[in-house]
């Protein structure tokens, strides 16, 4: 089975501190995304990558950042957390063609 | 870009009964994949069962099937004898092998089994 992991469930963090949310996956797949989800807005993806060092942005890349150095890792800043960026975070990955496998998820508050 | 639309914002259903979530889609496109997923109150988003465009046979996994209807763009969710465990918000998700990397998520809807 597919296991994507994340760094963190909870997070809760001050206004303008720099965020680093981390997602692994173990199934050796090139694509990873993160997506951000929020209450009656569904998924909004933030950005993804194709291959290590690539990235793309998605729909709302403003104020975050994305690296990724290894094929299993794809990680999301945050440069300047603000509460507008409270949210569910999700990472997932995805084989050439199928679906995406979604990680648990990290709830983040910005106080 | 596609757009995927799910018009029920709440369902309910009644333990034991059958639901049925309706999804539709628009694209121009003649290969592509569909999905459906299920998120749980505060747990991981998982993926219930998935139907390529190609094929014509509509998808089952073992309670859940879907009804895709290419022609009208639509690809319903029905859940048979409902169990409480079902209870859920549910995302219906549509791939582009065009594109390769765009998945396009509907809004969702949240299901409530009555005991």
């Known amino acids: 089975d597919v296991k994507v992991t994340q760094s963190s469930r909870y997070l809760v963090k001050r206004t303008g501190e720099k965020v680093f949310l981390e997602c692994v996956q173990d199934m050796d797949h090139e694509n990873m995304f993160w997506y951000r989800q929020d209450p009656g807005l569904g998924l909004r993806l933030i950005y993804f990558?194709?291959?290590?060092?690539?990235?793309e942005k998605g729909d709302i890349p403003e104020g975050y950042s994305v690296s990724r150095e290894k094929k299993e890792r794809f990680s999301l800043i945050l440069e300047s957390a603000s509460t507008n960026q409270t949210s569910m975070y999700l990472c997932a990955s995805t084989p050439p063609r199928g679906p995406q496998f979604f990680g648990p998820g990290t709830r983040l508050t910005v106080l | 870009a596609q757009t995927v639309t799910q018009s029920q914002p709440e369902m309910s259903v009644q333990e034991a009964e059958t639901v049925t979530l309706s999804c539709t889609y628009d694209t121009s496109e003649s290969d592509y994949y569909l999905f459906w997923y299920k998120q749980p109150p505060s747990r991981q988003m998982i993926l219930v069962i998935r139907?390529?465009?190609?094929?014509?046979q509509n998808a089952t996994e073992n309670r859940f099937s879907v009804n895709f209807q290419k022609a009208a763009k639509s690809f319903s969710l029905k859940i048979s004898d409902s169990q409480l465990g079902d209870a859920a918000m549910y995302f219906c998700?549509?791939?582009?092998?065009?594109?390769?990397?765009?998945?396009?998520f509907g809004t969702g809807t949240s299901l409530t089994v009555i005991p």
């Open positions: 139907q390529e465009a190609y094929k014509q």
């Open positions: 998700a549509y791939r582009s092998p065009l594109g390769g990397n765009q998945f396009y």
């Open positions: 990558s194709y291959d290590v060092k690539m990235k």
